[in-house]
């Protein structure tokens, strides 16, 4: 403990989820370990460079120890276009190597695993409830929910699953739809010009959830009796993504244009549809998504205009971003 704060540690707590994970523990009265190749712009929560896939069990496990948290969350894997192999080493060998660390260490903290929607595979789902991922990423996410679902059925692990959908919100990555699209509108917003924006056909409809709901849902797990469970974390809607381009123009004020062209398929290319029933989790959790899809691309943009503007103020009219309470 500091004083009397409990702590908690984030593997891949500098990353877009994990991140904000970070922030609603640390905002809930927590002190806050992120762990993570490198550091972190600011210094909001404490910090240690660790390299994950060069690490020794025992090497995390004496972290662990040393920590003593309250929980563990593993927001690793997040590797999005790798080849297979490597998508196995980045979503699947570092989760395989926090449940040998947790094995070996004293403490027992509580482990939340954060997972994908991709691990259903295509949907709708199975009529039996089989998952059958149709990706990489979702083969390598399953495999690892699974390694930590065993873990936990035999005892050696008090741990939760939490399979996410597509989060949105300040920090989005600049290789996400949103991103690509804010990486075209900021410079003409700057510069108050028209833009021109060229993406792929517009044609899934997926379920989206603002990622500070999503990090509260982690909060949730981690002082819930849910061990054991897999509990999907979205706001139970498939939203055209198209929708969700157009919303993010209409925020930014940008004039722009829209250009739908094929290309190469990408990961998500065969991701049609999506949608989780968020009803399991309200009721094993007590959570509920607080937060509509206009106010997270709305402070996405904003996050986005700051970033652009040099100078640490936002580079068009518009609040500066907060944490939402």
Known sequence: ??????????????????????????????DVLTVARRAPAGDRHRFTALDLGGTGPGTLARLLDAEDPVAVVDSTGSSWGLDPGRMAERCTRLSALLLDALRRAACRPRLVHLGS?????????DPRGT???DTAYGRAKLAATRAVLAAADAGEVDAVVLRLVNALGPGLPAT???GRVAAALAPAARAGVAARVTLAPLEARRDFVDVRD????????????????????GRGEAVPVRTLVRLLVQVSGVQATVVERAGPAGWRAGTRW???DPAPAAAALGWRPRRDLRRAVTDFWHDELRRYSGDG????????RQRAP
Do not use: K, N, Y
């Open 1 to 30: 403990m500091t004083g009397d704060r409990p702590r908690v540690v984030v593997l891949g707590g500098t990353g877009f989820v994990g991140a904000h994970v970070a922030d609603a523990f640390a905002d809930a009265g927590h």
């Open 313 to 320: 103020e936002p580079a068009a009219a518009g609040p500066p």
């Open 131 to 133: 998952s059958a991922p």
């Open 274 to 276: 999506s949608c989780v």
């Open 214 to 233: 999503a990090a509260e849902a982690v909060l949730a797990a981690a002082g819930r009796p849910v061990t054991g469970r897999v509990l999907d974390i």
């Open 117 to 125: 929607v991709l691990e259903h595979g295509p949907q709708p789902a």
């Open 176 to 178: 996400s739809l949103l």
